[in-house]
């Protein structure tokens, strides 16, 4: 019998029926060997622009993506071809797509770079009915469906507005704009995410171009002018960054256990939990933070007794709008897209930096997880999709890699904690040379002892057929990705928004 605890031990124990088959691949997907045997099994060509969104079905066997050139496509994406296409009627970029839950698929909301928002129904005969509920000045970044409902979502804008929706009745409700926390101010926050709570719908939050996560509870909010409507239940930052981020919060995402993660513009990803809360540690949200010591005065609580919530460092955040998502059955994971192509994926618990894989030539924007099986996709710049799984994948001396040999110099000159030029290949770390909130950030010696440590010739063999097979990737690319626009057309290029 294989020694305890080890995958061989699970696989034993599933075939003499020890083990449920669910069971077994819940643990697996929990695991770092998910991770390290992750790779691109499929790649969907159909789009002619950068793929802004990517969601899958409730059943997960139909894949919706939107695109800058203004068509949304549902893939069968196990057979790697699309179901269906059409225009979705927006003027400008499709900036993200969702379906309506209990819709048959049918009925999908998407929001654009035009402003506007709009319902699309699907009906017998391939005609699609559409619906424009709001048009506004500023690009519309996110929407949030609540869960279990067909008929309610919410949207988040560049003009800082956010608005409910409700199918029935084709009715758009502006509920209020998102104000800077200085009360002396009437400056408006631009909004780049919102996301609702899958374990209490009742609370949203939204991130923009300062450094809070608001949370709102819903049930506390009313449409008139007496409400406190627009007032946050919580409010969430780092507490470095308190007074100091002005780039912004680009995603958000809540785990089913109530957690939430937040991808900060120029800085990390962080996992927040109720206890780092500012309200909930009695924090004044707004107060002036550089007080005059000659006077004595101090703050209502000294930043460095506030708690740091997880840190999850490497990647870059400093172009577009990226998402940040949770990965695995248990949320055991945390993926995000980068500015230098890659995805990155961390396990959730330390921080520890596990896998760095090639996802794009230039920039991975969104990250998805399939809702049942040890599925993922990402987009970005490029008009192909990925489908991530594990087990074996397409042959890198063969296929047609979106990839360029000399990566573009300026995703490497702006400063960041993070380095990403030492990863131009695909990086499996092994057990405790990931980056974690334990460690200092990794230098670029990390990425040499991971190619020269001789314990790990799996992974030293992997990077190599990849060096090896450069120059054909590099060729083949001209193939399948000519058409591909330029990089300021895409999802949140924030310098156009």
């Known amino acids: 019998m294989p020694a305890e605890g080890t995958r061989m031990a699970g696989l034993w124990e599933r075939e003499v029926g020890r083990l449920r088959p669910k069971r077994f691949a819940n643990a697996f997907m929990a695991s770092r060997d998910f991770v390290q045997s992750l790779g691109i099994q499929k790649r969907l060509r159909e789009h002619r622009g950068c793929v802004n969104t990517v969601s899958f079905n409730s059943s997960g066997n139909l894949l919706l993506s939107g695109s800058d050139d203004m068509t949304l496509v549902l893939w069968n994406w196990e057979a790697g071809t699309p179901a269906t296409s059409f225009h979705t009627g927006h003027e400008n970029n499709v900036l993200h797509a969702q379906f309506m839950p209990f819709s048959g698929d049918r009925s999908i909301v998407t929001a654009g770079a035009d402003g506007e928002v709009r319902h699309l129904q699907m009906q017998e005969g391939g005609r699609v009915v559409v619906d424009r509920f709001v048009e506004l000045e500023y690009p519309v970044h996110r929407l949030a469906v609540e869960p279990g409902s067909p008929h309610t979502f919410y949207s988040s804008g560049g003009d800082g507005s956010v608005w409910h929706f409700d199918l029935r009745g084709k009715e758009a409700t502006n509920l209020f704009s998102c104000a800077s926390v200085n009360d002396k101010t009437t400056e408006i926050i631009e909004l780049y995410a919102i996301a609702m709570d899958p374990r209490n719908p009742c609370y949203f939050a939204i991130s923009g171009s300062d450094e809070y996560v608001r949370l709102y509870d819903r049930r506390k909010n009313y449409v008139n002018g007496d409400s406190p409507f627009g007032s946050p239940v919580e409010h969430f930052c780092p507490p470095h960054l308190i007074g100091q981020n002005k780039d912004g919060v680009t995603g958000l995402a809540f785990s089913q256990a109530g957690e939430m993660l937040a991808s900060y513009s120029y800085d990390n990803i962080y996992l927040f ?225």
Request: proline fraction near 4%; include cysteine.
């Open 273 to 497: 939990e109720r206890d780092h809360g500012l309200h909930f540690n009695n924090f004044k949200v707004g107060e002036k933070l550089l007080m005059d010591e000659t006077m004595g005065a101090t703050l209502p609580l000294s930043l460095e007794k506030l708690p740091v919530p997880q840190t999850f460092k490497g990647h870059q955040n400093m172009q577009t709008v990226k998402g940040v998502n949770f990965l695995g059955p248990n949320y055991d994971f945390v993926a995000s897209g980068s500015d230098c192509g890659y995805v990155f994926i961390w396990r959730k618990k330390g921080g520890e930096l596990i896998r760095v894989m090639k996802g794009d030539k230039r920039i991975v924007n969104c990250v998805e997880q399939h809702p049942s099986e040890s599925i993922f996709a990402s987009s970005g710049i490029d008009t192909s999709i990925k489908i991530w799984g594990a087990g074996e994948s397409e042959d890198p001396s063969v296929a047609n890699f979106d990839e360029v040999d000399d990566p573009d110099p300026y995703l490497f000159s702006m400063s960041s904690d993070s380095d990403s030029s030492v990863y131009m290949d695909d990086y499996i770390f092994p057990p405790g040379s990931g980056s974690s909130d334990d460690e200092d950030e990794a230098d670029d010696s990390s990425g040499e002892d991971t190619t020269s440590d001789e314990g790990d010739e799996e992974d030293t063999e992997e990077m190599a057929e990849g060096d090896e097979s450069e120059e054909e990737d590099t060729e083949e690319m001209a193939d399948g990705d000519e058409g591909e626009e330029d990089d300021k057309g895409c999802d949140g290029d924030m310098d156009d928004d």
